[in-house]
Structures are given as C-alpha cells and as structure tokens.
C-alpha cells in the first residue's frame, strides 16, 4: 500500500425529500446571487426546476440563468457562464442535473477569477488557484462528479475533449435525493451504471499490493451496482436500486474513498475521451466498448487481480480452470452483462470506423503514455481501438 492524504470537503445530503432542503444550505453559505447551471430541460418537465426557483426566491436569491449544458459539455458554453458571474457579480455556481452540468459548473466557478481563458486549465498551460463556491443538486447517477473536483469539458470546434482537477473544484454541497432520478430514461440509466462501474474498474486494476481493504470496497460497489442496476431498468421507481446506485455512484469516484494508497490506471478514460471529442457518443458507450478490450490487451501484466475480479465479482467459478480461464471468463462476464444492459459492445456500433483512429491514439498520449496498470503509447491505443471496431 502506497501513502496517501485524503481529504473530501463535500458536504452530502443523501435520502428522499433532501431536494427541499436546497434554500437552507444555499442560505447557510450566504450566497445573494446564484448561477443557475442545468442542461436540455427535462429539470423543467420534472417539476424539479420550480422547486429549486422557490426555494431560492423563498431566501432572497438573485437568480442568473445557464441553461442548454451539453452532454459532453462544451467550453462555448462554459465561457458563457464565466462572463454572467463576471457581469451578474455571481457567488454560487449551482449545478442541478448530471455530472455533464455538474462538470460544466465547476469549470464555470475556476474560470470567472482566472484572468486568462479557462480552457488553459484544461492544456495544463496554468494551474487553478481559486473558484467560486459550487453547489449541486443530483439528477442522474453516474459520473461521482457531485463529490470531487475533476470535470471534463469539450471544445468542439477542435475535436479535443480535456479534463481537470482541483481542491477548489470540490463542491461545498451535494444533495441527492434519489427520487429525482425516478423518470431518467433507460438509456440514461444503463450509461451511469457503466460509468460508475468504469470508475471502479479504473482504480481496481491496479499494480499497487497490500491493499486487500481497497480491493474489497471496489469488489462490493460493483456487485452492489450489479444487482441494483438492472432492478432499476425494470422498474424505474424503485426506490432501493435507485438509492443504492446514487451512492454507489457518489463512492466510485470521490477523489479516492475506495483507493487510497492504490495507483489507479485512467487509460481506458483517456482513450474514450478522444472518441466522443469527435463523435460527441455519450461518455459510457465509449467506456462499455473499449474497457473490455483494454482488459484483454494487459490483463497478462497481473493476471492475479484479473483472477480475483472473476471470482468475486462475478461468482465465476475457479476449480478445474487455469487463471487464463478464470480471467477471460471474468472479462467476457463484463462484457456480456453491458451487453445485456443494453450497452454498446462496438464501435462500429455507432457508425464508428477506421479513419479517425490514428489521430485519436496521437492525441490520447499528448502529455505522454497513459495508464499505470501497463504505460501505454500511441501504438497499444491504436490497438486497443482496432479491437474495439
């Protein structure tokens, strides 16, 4: 086990009817004028846009309005955001939605005090140094985006989709109320199971021993995502399963709850990034078609821990098989449950072919190789990707 400090400053407010208690936390952090961040409008459809309008009104809240937030949320509209705080005198970014919007905010709330452009952050070219307090209000499990400080942000006009993180990123409050996510639509649903699923595999599979403790927290989120999510796609207002995958969702990626002292590996995200920054495919599509090729390119590297993933995750029985066996049996028990899901297995797929690969592998190494679990150049990308087609 490597050494580590962890340090999560989120306040979360968990359980049915958390949504209502928005104006007091808002209130308790004394903000007068809030940005209001959501996405396309189903938070309008809901009813959940009124209440969060009363509630804010209800404290003497000046709302300023960012609406439209993409899907792979787009630094156009990031920039717009900025220049309400600056004009509006914004000092709360509130996010209400998924980890698209909830991303958006925080790219918001680090770029209105940076003299620069924000997407600098994004390049590595300057370091975040100070943002607007953020909050959010969670519609969708999937991203853990409501409990750290990373995002992921899209410029479109340049094909390139980027991420950041950062201590100031982290939102003051988060509340998830489970029932908000009741009417998220199945292919919503199956993509944040797969998301947050990812998330876990993504610090799993990793080369860092002595860490059975860590081992076990990932084991039992993916079982509990396992058995919650398909309970939810079959009956959408189920208020167990859609309890259990909000915060299996908010566990999976929190700046390091279930890793610390492990060294995750991060390529399959790198590597789907630079297919959506040019397909602009929802985020989990990418992840359910390239994580289990990127499990067959290196699962030899640590064959143990793709062993242990087998058995215990996925019940496959060990007696009488090699470990070649039990790992490939564990890998194809992934892909056949996404598949099952309703998750896309190919690139293809999504009318996904040959001709943008090359430029997808040189740019998921700009900053150099990626993944810890096996260091990868731009050579095992552009294989992985073949695999995936």
């Known amino acids: 086990m490597n050494s580590f400090t962890f340090h999560n400053p989120t306040k979360i407010l968990f359980g049915a009817g958390m949504a209502d208690q928005l104006g007091q936390q808002v209130a308790e952090l004394g903000s007068q004028t809030v940005l209001l961040v959501y996405g396309g409008g189903s938070i309008k459809r809901t009813g959940l846009y009124d209440r969060v309008i009363k509630q804010l009104h209800q404290i003497g809240a000046r709302i300023v309005e960012l609406p439209g937030v993409e899907p792979n949320p787009r630094v156009s509209t990031v920039r717009r955001g900025i220049k309400l705080c600056r004009d509006e005198a914004v000092d709360l970014v509130l996010a209400v939605g998924g980890g698209s919007v909830i991303d958006a905010a925080k790219a918001v709330a680090v770029g209105v005090p940076y003299e620069g452009d924000v997407w600098d952050f994004l390049l590595r070219k300057a370091k975040i140094e100070a943002a607007l307090p953020i909050a959010t209000v969670l519609t969708l499990s999937a991203t853990g985006s409501e409990m750290n400080g990373g995002a992921v942000i899209t410029d479109w006009e340049q094909n390139l989709k980027k991420s950041f993180s950062s201590p100031y990123a982290f939102p003051k409050f988060s509340i998830l109320d489970p029932t908000l996510t009741y009417t998220v639509p199945a292919n919503q649903t199956v993509n944040g199971i797969v998301d947050m699923m990812s998330h876990v595999m993504e610090q799993y599979f990793s080369q860092t021993t002595d860490t059975p403790l860590q081992e076990r927290l990932c084991e039992s989120i993916l079982q509990t995502v396992i058995e919650n999510g398909e309970k939810a796609l079959q009956e959408p207002a189920h208020p167990e399963a859609r309890a259990n995958l909000m915060l299996c969702g908010t566990y999976a990626l929190n700046g390091g709850m279930i890793s610390v002292g492990m060294q995750g590996d991060w390529a399959t995200h790198a590597m789907e990034h630079e297919v959506s920054a040019i397909y602009d495919i929802a985020h989990a599509e990418g992840l ?80 150099g190789p990626i993944g810890y679990f096996r260091k990868l150049g731009a050579d095992d990308v552009l294989a992985i990707l073949r695999m995936s087609l």
């Open 288 to 367: 359910s078609i390239i994580f289990p090729n990127w499990m067959k390119y290196v699962y030899r590297d640590r064959i143990d821990r793709f062993v242990q993933f087998a058995v215990r995750v996925w019940g496959i029985e060990p007696e009488g098989k090699s470990d070649e066996e039990i790992a490939l049996a564990g890998i194809q028990a992934t892909r056949e449950y996404f598949t099952r899901i309703g998750a896309p297995s190919r690139l293809s797929d999504l009318n996904i072919g040959e001709e943008s690969l090359p430029r997808m592998a040189e740019e998921a190494v700009r900053f």
